[in-house]
């Protein structure tokens, strides 16, 4: 959409507080509900300010544009248990199958520690060690650093990733003969129809089976549900569960989920909502208009960092502290640590921490350095508070489960898998951006310089096609020059390097649009990427912010329109359409010159 202009009167911090204070008093809980959207946190302060708010009425709905929690919650609803976080453990595995998913780049979370255990798991000090390495298969749409660093890899789109488990899962269960031959001849029918290479995923289970006890499968946070049953039923197949794998469980997650908020909104049920953190409006599911959402809603409130597109569609901007300027707490990922966030400094602006903010709205009348004490007592057994801020964690134990699932369930899931797609009806898959992430660091300029460790891109981001797909373009649309032409260099018909296409860092690129089913669409120029699966194009999330700083305005196309109502990063039935534009990229190398 359009930039519009944020205007108004600017307020002191004693008319915020005044104003938040009378969100939940009868006048105003006469016009409608209070809801509150918000990025999720690991903190458990921020957790109990919340449930407090929820025993008063609060809607309380958090949303991620890119969500690490889906396959915890599938996992929880396909075990009838809490959610279960998956925690890898590489530094067992000595036969890793990772299905679509990234563990080495910065798409999945805990990827640091996934990046210690896994390479330490390959180096060869002499020759003994070479049969002591393990061995990586992947899969994917997008060429990842996982997969450039795999010993195997299979190129394959992204929508075929349940038939491809499907297919896995038939031939480990068949050799492990863990379940009877209707479900496996069940699992290789759905595969069948995907026409995947059988050889690749029989030799892949049979290496996974030789290691059972020491193997892993992995599966993308963006996958569908069924894709990380599959997955745990394969580690359980493989006696993977509780070895080279475990599953945290997590609380009850008692949050409602954006699409019942936008149905509460729609149908004038709220009259207060409050944006906290995140940027919904930018980043949220492409089909909402939040200009129109708002209208319908008596005070919205935003609570962030800085003045952006959620702001612009806000009565009000409450400036939130930077997290070196604010008491806080949080979790690490595994679950394993209570942690402290401490403030170094006052805070240089009229802002509000977090919980402050919170905790005005929830009446508690406690400051938020109270608060992360309060909760440092209830999880502590009596160490000091002085001693948890020196030392920077508090360990925790951590709830482990590995529920039994019935493999005879897995003749039970759907048949009605997506078809492979084609040039006339091509697949995206929405990533997030290695410059911006989700669009919260589009305004930052040293992220921008730092080129794609992939595409080598930089400054900007594009729409990545495989060479496969290029050459199809070209023919059906002439004048395209995506792909760099032969040269007198070359005179095999390899390709060569060409200055039409890339001369000194710029690359001249083609802009296209992209069309879903439903008429939303985007544009952006194309970038020829070798290593993608042949029908699959790779859009990014974060850029083309339209409010934000100087630097990151404007810059690089938006992928969200693409996102789908139920937050699905793939997208199927993908139409591209060529215009008469085309864009300088600033690319530091070219493919070709290796």
């Known amino acids: 959409g359009e930039k519009k202009t944020t205007s108004g009167k600017t307020t002191t911090k004693t008319e915020v507080v005044s104003t938040l204070e009378g969100v939940l008093t009868p006048d105003r809980l006469a016009k409608g509900k209070v ?15 919340a449930s407090k708010l929820g025993e008063k009425g609060v809607i309380w709905t958090e949303y991620d544009p890119i969500d690490a929690s889906s396959a915890s919650k599938a996992l929880g609803r396909a075990l009838s248990t809490n959610p279960l976080r998956s925690l890898p453990s590489l530094k067992k595995a000595k036969r890793i199958l990772s299905i679509d998913c990234d563990f080495l780049g910065i798409r999945e979370p805990d990827h640091l520690r996934l990046t210690r255990e896994f390479t330490k798991g390959r180096k060869v000090l002499s020759a003994a060690d070479t049969k002591k390495m393990n061995r990586l298969y992947s899969v994917e749409s997008d060429l990842t650093l996982t997969g450039a660093a795999a010993d195997h890899r299979l190129r394959l789109s992204s929508s075929q990733m349940v038939a491809f488990a499907s297919a896995i899962a038939a031939e480990v269960l068949s050799l492990t003969e863990k379940t009877n031959s209707t479900v496996i001849e069940k699992l290789k029918e759905r595969a069948t129809k995907a026409g995947l290479n059988s050889s690749w995923c029989k030799e892949a289970a049979i290496d996974l089976v030789a290691h059972k006890g020491e193997s892993l499968v992995v599966a993308g946070n963006h996958l569908p549900e069924e894709a990380h049953v599959l997955t745990y039923a394969i580690n359980q197949a493989l006696g993977a569960n509780g070895k080279t794998v475990k599953y945290a469980e997590l609380p009850a997650d008692e949050s409602s989920d954006i699409s019942k908020l936008v149905k509460a909104i729609e149908a004038g049920e709220i009259a207060t909502l409050i944006f906290i953190g995140g940027n919904p409006a930018f980043s949220g599911p492409g089909n909402l208009d939040w200009v129109a959402l708002t209208k319908k809603v008596d005070l919205t409130i935003r609570f962030g960092s800085s003045i952006d597109e959620t702001s612009e569609v806000s009565n009000m901007h409450v400036g939130a502290s930077h997290y070196l300027e604010s008491w806080g707490d949080g979790t690490t990922w595994d679950l394993s640590a209570h942690l402290p966030v401490q403030p170094l400094i006052e805070p240089l602006f009229a802002t509000f921490s977090e919980l402050d903010f919170l905790s005005i709205l929830a009446s508690e009348e ?6 992360v004490q309060e909760t440092f007592k209830e999880l502590s057994d009596g160490s000091s508070f002085d001693d948890f801020l020196r030392i920077g964690l508090l360990p925790r134990k951590v709830s482990f489960a590995s529920p039994v699932y019935d493999f005879d369930k897995l003749a039970d899931l759907k048949d009605d898998l997506p078809t492979a797609p084609t040039v006339d009806s091509l697949e995206v ?25 992939i595409s080598k891109l930089t400054w900007d981001n594009a729409i990545l096609v495989s060479p496969v797909l290029a050459a199809e373009l070209e023919k059906k649309h002439k004048g395209l020059n995506l792909l760099p032409k032969p040269t007198m260099l070359n005179n095999n018909g390899e390709v060569a390097p060409d200055t039409a296409v890339f001369a000194l860092g710029k690359q001249d690129s083609p802009v296209v649009k992209l069309t879903l089913g439903d008429g939303s669409s985007i544009e952006g120029p194309l970038h020829v990427q070798p290593g993608l699966a042949d029908y699959s194009l790779i ?25 789908g109502s139920d937050s699905s990063r793939i997208a199927s039935g993908v139409k591209l359409s060529t215009t008469k534009s085309r864009r300088i990229l600033a690319n530091v190398q070219e493919h070709w010159s290796m």
Not at 539 to 557: I, K, P, Q, S
């Open 35 to 49: 809801a509150v959207l918000a990025e999720s946190s690991s903190s458990p302060s921020r957790a109990k300010l």
């Open 366 to 371: 406690k400051s938020s350095h109270s608060l």
């Open 429 to 453: 898959l929405l990533v997030p951006d290695f410059h911006a992430w989700d669009g919260r660091y589009a305004n930052n300029g040293w992220m921008l310089e730092c080129p794609d460790p």
């Open 539 to 563: 859009a990014t999330l974060g850029m083309g912010r339209r409010t934000v700083g100087r630097v990151g305005e404007g810059t690089g196309y938006d992928g969200y329109a693409l996102i």
